[in-house]
């Protein structure tokens, strides 16, 4: 029977400087697609994979992501005497119960790994789910539900990846495969066995890129305490990722789905087109704007 994966860590410390003058006094998991600020869609995502506890792990901007996951009453009550319903639904269906959710300062931005070892206290020593809010998954099933369910058959670590193009390989960190396939579908889950952070075109090891979704075993925590500043004298979390390798089960999903790098500003865009694309409400006005755009230029 394997430890139920019971609570979920954001780390939302970084500068985001690929988003200046936007991030300039707004983390970038403020920044909204469509009408839902990033964070709240990786949330949601977590709750949708039945996870409890929700830890955060900011730096600039707290308050406002406090505030974003907090009762708003003076606006609640407002909404609820004009009697929109549909308003106040929005704003107060996605927001955890009181004690489940928890918030620790990073304090210097040292990495992802250096953020996600700022948690270890709040998690303690069971099995944990890391999103990275601004790798945005647009899919039928919520990618860490996808991952959740491949965590129950498998256990152990599980990280989500993605075929990337050769040049983009020293943006990701990369795996090989135990049985060294280069390519895999959706869907499928593959053993790893080794790991490099952002490796050049020509020495990368294969095109599979591991992007921001994760289940780690809590020994990361022992790993990340013995990690040294890796490439850009960052605490890499692929460091102690790959330290883990061959001591605990560790897979790959090839999740099914749609990722967009909501910290770069082509991807954010494109994200936005997406998600207004693929809704009801708005979608028809966006389709019909952008196809006169094309048509046009
Ligand atoms: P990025 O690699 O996108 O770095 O972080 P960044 O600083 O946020 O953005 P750029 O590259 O300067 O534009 C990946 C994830 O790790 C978190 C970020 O918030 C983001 O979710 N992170 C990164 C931290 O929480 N702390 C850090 O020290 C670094």
Redesign the pocket.
Known sequence: MKQKVRTAVF?????????LPATKAMP??MLPVVDKPLIQYALEEAQAAGIENFVF?T?RGKTVIEDHFDHSYELEDTLRRRGKEKALEQIDAFVPPAGRVAYTR?MH????G??VACAAGLVGREPFAVL???DLILSRTPCLKQMVDAYEEVGGNIVAAMEVAREDTQRYGIITTTDGVAAVAAGELVSVAGLVEKPAPDASPSRLAVI?RYILQPEVFDRLAETVPGAGG?IQLTDALAAMIGRSPFHALAFEGERFDC?DKAGFLCANLAFALARKDIGPAVAEFVGQRLMSS
């Open positions: 780390p939302v410390g970084g500068l985001g400087t690929r988003f970038k998991e792990v730096g990073q931005p040292l990495g992802l250096h953020a990275l809010a601004d921001g960052e910290g």
